[in-house]
């Protein structure tokens, strides 16, 4: 399909450009940037919200979402999801969780479902699934649901794409523990402990309220991966401790949830949080504010991506390793000196 | 410490030193590339082998490596580990592990443990983790194990900086299955069965074994994570089908270990197929095959690296992306059109 034909279908809402569309950006096919491109001047027209759900293996995030769907579609949203298992292939997470999605979904123009896998290197994957949501709320989905596997650190940058992140806990493996020591658990925004049928639910309750306790006494919040800036948050943010001149800000206590995502309880009230988040990321100026950092954070990647692609393609780059390889095999030069003989060259112009 | 301080104290072989010099490269501190380019020219005059222990969480790989150590330190070589979890913290697995192998080994100078966490971003995790491999190496250990938790392309990323790789599977969580499907399992040179003693021992066994069967009968092997090339190895590449003219050539059939880690059964086995393994890497000349892939990539990620860091704090383009923001917020532009411009004016020249 030309890439005309693409940004054509695309316009038109038709579901075979919209597939073919992800498929490029996935893929970084030939004009791929020209199809974020076009995505990026639709986003302002559409309200798509995107709702980061995240948890270790076993949690129930599929069930949970194969739930959310329902909730939503039945309040007449268009809801898309993307299912991202970037930790290993032993979780089975995405596949197989889209699978069973599919099949119980898949006849609904209402709702479209796309599982990434991990593709190459890891780095680029919580970029790619920004983009891919880019497209996705382009076409007109109203809700996003990114559902990852795993709460490392690529799940966090991934979920960091979205507006409102859920981490899906189960009682019984001490995952509150562990997520504490980790300090992982911070960047959520609203928690659900699923299977909250199970013993052990309360203990799981009482473990993140007093980490979220321990957060609210500690004004400084961790907000972004790039070099681990930490800035202060909140209303009196750059005040003193006894000059109150900042006008009152809402704030926002991230709710505990249970669920039992395989009898559907407890579901409704998740909806009715995350729009209780959605309306005080509007009313405190945050929507904008993650908005704009994304932006800046996608620019950063963008340019990145363009330098890397300029140096292997068309800089002589590639020549000086291979003309130096023998010195770095035999240690007479390092892959450093390498490094920095290529960077001298590109510096001052020396391109082929 | 300062960077001449840290080199001596290299020179000289001081622990001190070694911990400081693994500080300073993990966090790529002033003067790492000094520190690495010293580490390079004394690698051609050690022996170190590394070995990569990879698997799922809950596999062993832990007790594993600790009677790796104590099978290695028997046979008189100093043994380090570099322990990587690069997955999750549900995992726990390399700061866990790392504290039980260092209570039980810490007293011999023979042994030197580090674990790495995930800091930041993954991507740079398996340059990271060689280097520090490179830095260990270089300071006199003869055996390197890297130990990675969990089986996705991370992981393999990371293993592939090592000579050999073990992959720890164990039965009865469908592993083999699994790894199957992902196409993983692929890039181990010898299999572990742990936890033989439990039943699905043979099960896996014939899983792994078939796959094993599939994959000689397949003259395409994967090679690299770079551009997903593919080639094909082995005598004949390259030679058409009736053209006998290549000598024979040493060949590695993967061996399938059953070891019971925490009995310590099957591990002079292990360390048996490790010492074979490496005599059909020298024999067949794959070693310096190995050798020399893993510095052209170490290479062009080192370029990645100093170009990136050339971006970002000498020419124009933070400041080029902070004036269009408003612009890109607004749909006027896209990221992509100011990546665009920024590679344009790097590509000309224009630096400030």
Same mark, same amino acid.
């Given at each position: ?30 004009? @791929? ?30 069930? !949970? ?30 596949? !197989?969780?889209?699978?069973? #999605?599919?099949?119980?979904?898949? %006849? =609904?123009?209402?709702?479209?479902? #796309? ?12 970029? %790619? ?9 382009? @076409? ?16 966090? =940058? ?27 658990? $911070? ?19 009482? $473990? ?6 321990? #957060? ?15 800035? #202060? ?7 003193? =401790? ?22 559907? %309880? ?37 340019? $990145? ?12 780059? $590639? ?6 390889? =023998? ?23 020396? %391109?082929?």
């Amino acid at each position: 399909m030309h890439i005309e034909t693409v940004l054509n279908g695309l316009e038109r809402r038709d579901p075979a450009a919209l597939a073919r569309a992800i498929s490029l950006v996935e893929n970084q096919r030939d004009g @791929f940037e020209r199809i974020l491109s076009y995505a990026h001047t639709r986003l302002g027209e559409t309200a798509a919200r995107r709702i980061g759900i995240t948890g270790p293996p076993g949690a129930g995030k599929s069930t !949970l979402t194969e739930r959310l769907i329902q909730a939503l579609r039945r309040e007449g949203r268009s809801v898309a999801v993307i299912a991202v298992d970037p930790t290993s292939p032993y979780t089975g997470g995405a596949l !197989l969780g889209d699978r069973i #999605r599919m099949e119980s979904a898949s %006849t =609904d123009p209402g709702v479209f479902i #796309r599982s990434m896998a991990t593709r190459g290197s890891v780095g680029g994957l919580a970029m %790619t699934t920004d983009e891919v949501a880019d497209v996705v709320a382009a @076409f007109g989905f109203e809700r996003i649901l990114i559902e990852t596997v795993g709460v490392g650190q690529t799940e966090l =940058d991934i979920a960091r794409g979205a507006e409102s992140t859920v981490l899906v806990l189960v009682p019984e493996s001490g995952d509150g523990i562990q997520a504490l020591k980790a300090g992982v658990m $911070e960047a959520a925004d609203l928690y659900v402990i699923n299977k909250a049928d199970r013993s052990g639910a309360d203990r799981l309750r009482q $473990e993140i309220e007093i980490m979220l306790g321990i #957060r609210r006494g500690n004004a400084f919040r961790h907000v972004g991966p790039h070099h681990g800036t930490r800035r #202060r948050v909140g209303p009196r943010a750059g005040a003193t =401790d006894d000059a109150v001149t900042a006008p009152p800000q809402p704030t926002w206590e991230p709710p505990v949830l249970a669920t039992v995502a395989t009898a559907g %309880t407890g579901v409704d009230e998740l909806v009715a949080a995350l729009e209780r988040h959605h309306a005080f990321l509007v009313a405190s100026g945050r929507l904008g504010e993650r908005r704009r950092r994304r932006l800046v954070d996608r620019t950063r990647a963008a340019v $990145e991506r363009a330098v890397r692609r300029w140096v292997w393609e068309e800089t002589r780059a $590639e020549e000086v390793i291979a003309a130096r390889l =023998d010195d770095v095999m035999a240690a007479r030069r390092s892959p450093y000196d390498v490094a920095t003989e290529i960077l001298d060259q590109i510096r001052t112009g020396v %391109t082929r």
